[in-house]
């Protein structure tokens, strides 16, 4: 199958309630799927694959983004941009990790003011 699925809104949903909390963090229609950005930068990026897998890009620092891809599944090395992180996202999904891992994305790409508004 070569269709790239739609990501469920349930997915969509959770991602949104993690977003809503960025400061100036908006979602919108990225070329696949849907993408979270502040100002220029994509904080996150989801998708469904033409294997049917979801999928979200994140960014890390760059030592992270080394240690995950040697991690194994549900990550996995991002095929483009620079300290890209890539999750599967499917029932195992842990929601309080990945809150996690698009807060530190959110430190990473949005400006200082921005992610100094972030509780720690």
Known sequence: MSDRPDVPEEI???LEQIMSGFPK???EDAWVGQRWRVGTSTIAH???GEDQQFRIMFHGEPDEVAAF???GHPY???GWGANVIGM???DAT????????LTDSY????????AAQLSS
Request: charged letters at 30%; glycine letters at 2%.
């Open 12 to 14: 969509l949903d959770r």
């Open 25 to 27: 963090a908006r979602r």
């Open 46 to 48: 989801v998708f469904g």
């Open 69 to 71: 891809e040697h991690l």
């Open 76 to 78: 996995f090395r991002a």
């Open 88 to 90: 599967i996202v499917d």
């Open 94 to 101: 842990d929601w309080q990790e990945l809150t996690e891992l």
């Open 107 to 114: 430190r990473v790409q949005a400006p200082a003011t921005l």
